[in-house]
């Protein structure tokens, strides 16, 4: 059904990128995919075509109860031997990409534990929020380069492509090689902007829009990514589930 396998490093030079191959079963894989919601029924938008229903919802609940992959994907990634065998497999290179900010580290140091819900924060262990969101952008949508925000630690992505459109495995995430800084993620809100930095950069990985495999990267001060204008019909949108996790 589900199981994490072998992390392969993609890009390691300003900060990582990663992906799991065949974590699904072929059926079970389907099975997520074709539960997922109509874009229709997401409620929170953001700029540019993107729209989210996240686990921090009422409505990402409802959707649980009816949809036993996405209750059961959860169920399982959330188990204390997935979450201890990614969070200990990449703990030196989370430590070194927050090597600057000595009260992160010390936080990374201790004992982790996860939560989606609500809880009672302790200090002597690291609470570490894991938050899943089903993410669409629209035709025409994009997601502009950032670095994600202050708190973010590891992002995970997984596609759900139609495979009815040519092009669509150039809609994956792309990936930068900069040495601006922006550890404060601050976004590029001018098209001037996006175009400048585009041209001064250099796009190291470009994520295959692909199904059945895991993307992630660890953020740091140069973890600049973007999704490019999606152009693909109308009544398109792009799918994923994307899992964040974050410091407390």
């Not at 874009?39 to 540019?48: D, V």
């Not at 990614?86 to 900010?101: A, D, G, Q, V």
Request: aromatic share 18%; charged share 25%; proline share 3%.
């Amino acid at each position: 059904m589900f199981k994490l396998k072998k992390i392969n490093y993609l890009y390691k030079k300003n900060f990582y990128i990663f992906n799991i191959n065949n974590c699904f079963s072929e059926n079970f894989y389907e099975d997520l995919k074709s539960g997922l919601p109509n874009a229709e029924n997401a409620k929170y938008a953001f700029e540019n075509g993107k729209f989210t229903i996240s686990s921090r919802t009422e409505q990402w609940k409802k959707i649980l109860l009816n949809h036993p992959a996405l209750n059961d994907f959860v169920n399982y990634f959330m188990t204390k031997k997935n979450l201890y065998y990614l969070y200990f497999s990449l703990l030196p290179k989370l430590i070194y990409s927050r090597r600057n900010r000595l009260l992160d580290v010390i936080k990374l140091i201790r004992i982790p534990r996860f939560h989606i819900e609500e809880f009672k924060k302790n200090r002597f262990f690291n609470d570490i929020s894991v938050g899943f969101q089903i993410s669409y952008i629209s035709n025409l949508g994009k997601i502009v380069p950032h670095t994600d925000n202050v708190s973010k630690l590891l992002s995970l992505m997984i596609y759900f492509p139609e495979k009815k459109i040519i092009n669509e495995v150039d809609f994956g995430t792309t990936f930068y090689e900069s040495n601006v800084e922006n550890f404060n993620n601050k976004h590029l809100e001018s098209d001037q902007d996006e175009i400048f930095f585009k041209n001064n950069t250099k796009v190291v990985y470009k994520a295959p829009f692909i199904e059945n495999v895991m993307y992630g990267f660890i953020k740091n001060r140069y973890s600049w990514h973007s999704v490019d204008q999606i152009r693909a019909g109308k009544n398109y949108f792009r799918k994923s589930i994307n899992i964040n996790f974050n410091l407390i």
